[in-house]
């Protein structure tokens, strides 16, 4: 059973483009969670989605983000009009359901490099 | 606001020495916590997950308590290895919150040969 799967693994963009991040989530999980780490801080809760539903965008800009995760195909994080402060590492989670008792399972991370 | 507080922020030790790490939260209101691990540049593995009916977890050389009551957990890592050097974080999963995980700022670990 495959990992949660995250592409690319590094992504470097110059101010103004748009960055694409994708996260294909476990085999059977049909919940995905994205998280960002900026650079010397902690990891920080961005958005929780199921399958064509958004259900908590607390964490997420106001501005510039969208996410999403369509009946087929991977969840994408999209972020338009790029800036230096999105620089980060950019981690996808998956589970099976969203309840509080299951675990979450990581994927490797998207590193964002804005120029 | 859940806050978690992870302390010491960087612990330097000789191989061989036993070790506790140690996380704080200020709501106890959680479903579980989850200790992960994190190397330079990479994703994070999961080490433990106790739920918050558990008081402890174990495998192999490490073992996670959990006091819900006092919003502590610590994470104590035996015989220690140069190949456990990394960031260790720790996560709660907050039963108001929903399915986010809220978590620490991280402990790095550096063990010496």
């Known amino acids: 059973n495959a990992g949660v799967m995250q592409n690319p693994r590094h992504l470097v963009r110059r101010r103004g483009q748009e960055a694409r991040l994708r996260c294909s989530p476990m085999?059977?999980?049909?919940?995905v969670y994205w998280y960002r780490q900026l650079p010397e801080e902690g990891l920080k809760f961005m958005v929780y989605?199921?399958?064509?539903?958004?259900?908590?965008e607390s964490g997420m800009p106001k501005e510039r983000f969208s996410a999403e995760f369509p009946k087929e195909g991977p969840s994408i994080l999209r972020i338009q009009q790029v800036v230096r402060g999105d620089s980060a590492a950019y981690f996808c989670?998956?589970?099976?359901?969203?309840?509080?008792?299951?675990?979450?399972?990581f994927g490797p991370g998207t590193r964002l490099t804005v120029t | 606001k859940q806050e978690v507080t992870q302390i010491p922020a960087a612990l330097s030790v000789p191989e061989g020495e036993n070790l506790v790490l140690n996380c704080s939260f200020t709501?106890?209101?959680?479903?579980?916590l989850q200790w992960f691990r994190q190397d330079p540049g990479k994703g994070l593995t999961s080490l433990l997950l106790?739920?918050?009916?558990?008081r402890e977890q174990t495998s192999g050389r490490l073992n996670a308590s959990l006091d819900k009551s006092s919003g502590r957990s610590t994470l104590y890592i035996a015989a220690s290895q140069p190949g456990d050097s990394a960031t260790y974080l720790c996560?709660?999963?907050?039963?108001?919150?929903?399915?986010?995980?809220?978590f620490g700022e991280g402990t790095q670990l550096t063990v010496n040969p």
């Open positions: 989605l199921q399958k064509e539903n958004i259900i908590d």
């Open positions: 709501d106890s209101a959680i479903y579980n």
């Open positions: 085999k059977g999980h049909s919940h």
């Open positions: 989670a998956s589970s099976p359901a969203g309840t509080g008792y299951h675990e979450q399972y």
């Open positions: 996560a709660v999963r907050q039963e108001t919150s929903g399915s986010r995980l809220t």
């Open positions: 106790i739920q918050s009916s558990q």
